[in-house]
């Protein structure tokens, strides 16, 4: 079964916007990994944010990380239209040496 | 550097076959990872190959098999199709590490549609 959900499900917002998804998770985490997919295709790794991190940055993406929550987030700043895809969130739990995905968020990104 | 690749990319089967879908690693990697992502959900974990063994099993059916072979590609095997069983394969390579291999690089999959 999934682990986490991720909110919100869709998002639609402009070019040049900012958009922030959000992840749940259940149990106990190693580290939370954030992906990207294209239309049904092969996933992209994006960030990894490590159990004892709160926050993390990479070009345009910034994730934090409430373990007291259980919860997670990605922010996407100044977004392109070439961002539109699915994300994922990805838990890695101690002592179980694979990943476990949420639902997705489907962010559409307009020019 | 060839990433993970996999074949074939699409697959139409009927109720009751059997399907083999096949993955190579990423160069230098050595444990392969399989996913089914039904349409709209996220990926799930069906299991995980290291030196030939499985080493790590999701809450999928015996019908769901695999090996591993020495040069570390891998088969994933479904029998007796199920119209459920339409989905996104995915596999993922990663280097064996002690404790877990976090970083796992995924390949285009392959649409299985059962019909």
């Known amino acids: 079964s999934q682990q986490g959900e991720e909110d919100p499900q869709a998002l639609s917002i402009q070019e040049g916007e900012n958009a922030t998804m959000n992840c749940s998770y259940k149990?106990?985490?190693?580290?939370l990994q954030w992906y990207r997919q294209n239309s049904g295709r092969g996933l992209v790794h994006l960030i990894l944010?490590?159990?004892?991190?709160r926050e993390k940055h990479s070009g345009r993406l910034r994730v934090t990380l409430d373990t007291s929550k259980k919860s997670s987030s990605l922010l996407i700043t100044a977004s392109r239209a070439a961002d539109t895809a699915s994300y994922f969130c990805?838990?890695?739990?101690?002592?179980?040496?694979?990943?476990?995905f949420g639902k997705g968020t489907m962010l559409l990104v307009s020019p | 550097d060839a990433g993970v690749t996999q074949s074939p990319t699409h697959l139409i089967k009927t109720r009751g076959q059997q399907v083999t879908l096949r993955c190579s690693p990423k160069s230098g990697h050595d444990t392969v990872s399989w996913y089914q992502q039904a349409l709209g959900q996220g990926p799930q974990f069906i299991f995980q190959?290291?030196?030939?063994?499985?080493?790590q099993r999701g809450n999928f059916p015996d019908r769901f098999s695999g090996h591993q072979f020495p040069n570390y590609s891998s088969e994933l095997n479904v029998n007796a199709l199920w119209l459920g069983d339409s989905a996104l394969y995915l596999c993922a390579s990663s280097l064996y590490r002690p404790g877990g291999s976090y970083e796992q690089y995924f390949g285009p999959g392959t649409r299985l549609t059962v019909t």
């Open positions: 944010i490590r159990s004892n991190e």
């Open positions: 149990t106990s985490i190693n580290n």
């Open positions: 990805a838990s890695w739990h101690s002592g179980y040496s694979t990943l476990t």
């Open positions: 190959y290291y030196e030939e063994e499985e080493r």
